[in-house]
């Protein structure tokens, strides 16, 4: 398969490969609420003014970032390049009180803007796995987030479509979709829900096919590391982005694993996350049968047999 190089982002202040941290940065006096969020709880993601987000989180994801970018065991040098990169730690800025500003009340990490080189991004979050829930979660917690994956698309496909915005090149406007549209998905209409964020809303028509064979061959680097990466991504989300113009050779796709509030790494031995693998493997079915131009008509169909 013949997939087309993709420019990478000019960055002249940050020649560091993908995979390495970025430098620490000083705390940041002030910051707004990052108005591109896609998922997670709304107003935890903060723009800081030196181009970085600050995401609002508890200890176990400060610990996963830091634990992963200073580790030198194979797999986890190779896992960290599908991580936002990572700049450390601060206070979440303070700021006036006012529309779109956020009041300092707990930790941040600093991370590496994923939409920063996009014009109009196409972006998705797609929770990825079968286990929702971490090692601390109570009994009632447990229950709760199993039922949750019963009810969705997450126990039986590993993915459950979170949130997208997809812009429209015909109108220079976004179409949004949040937490209910993923969640009114079934095993049997979840690839509906792909094809829809890799369509143009005002048309239908499908994104043009050098983005989604390059968006493919994302999946499929993404898929071979998680495959050996001794992480468990409880509650993790793929999160997926494009931009491609209309009969354009070439764009830009990237996917990234972000939402770790729940991840712990483990020995070596213990290899990768199957409930992960087994959601990017189904997702790489369904964009590849896209690919091919026909959809999935059935649960079974979407089950993962990537060679």
């Not at 209910?180 to 994104?207: D, K, Q, V, W, Y």
């Amino acid at each position: 398969m013949v997939v087309p190089q993709l420019p990478e982002a000019e960055d002249a202040q940050e020649p560091l490969p993908r995979s390495s941290p970025l430098q620490p940065q000083a705390a940041t006096a002030a910051a707004s609420v990052f108005e591109h969020q896609i998922g997670g709880h709304p107003g935890t993601v903060l723009a800081l003014p030196n181009g970085l987000l600050a995401k609002v989180c508890a200890q176990p994801e400060i610990d996963f970032y830091t634990a992963v970018f200073a580790s030198s065991r194979p797999d986890l040098v190779s896992f960290r390049a599908l991580m936002p990169r990572f700049a450390g730690t601060g206070p979440t800025p303070s700021s006036s009180a006012g529309e779109g500003k956020v009041a300092a009340v707990s930790r941040t990490i600093h991370l590496e803007n994923i939409l920063e080189p996009y014009t109009n991004a196409s972006a998705a979050d797609i929770k990825i796995g079968t286990r929702l829930y971490g090692y601390d979660a109570s009994p009632e917690k447990r229950r709760h987030m199993e039922q949750q994956a019963a009810e969705t698309t997450s126990l039986a496909t590993g993915l459950r479509i979170c949130g997208m915005k997809v812009h429209d090149p015909a109108s220079n406007t976004f179409l949004t979709h949040g937490k209910p549209f993923g969640r009114n998905l079934t095993a049997e209409t979840l690839h509906h829900g792909i094809r829809t964020f890799l369509s143009r809303p005002s048309t239908g028509e499908m994104i043009p096919q050098p983005a989604i064979r390059a968006l493919h061959a994302e999946l499929h680097r993404v898929y071979d590391v998680l495959k050996s990466a001794a992480v468990r991504l409880w509650g993790a989300s793929l999160l997926v982005v494009y931009e491609w113009a209309d009969g354009a050779e070439s764009g830009r796709v990237d996917v990234k694993i972000i939402d770790f509030a729940h991840s712990v790494v483990v020995d070596a031995e213990e290899g990768g996350d199957e409930g992960a693998v087994f959601g990017v493997g189904n997702l790489l079915t369904i964009v590849g049968d896209l690919l091919e131009g026909h959809n999935t008509e059935n649960a079974n169909g979407i089950l993962a047999e990537i060679v």
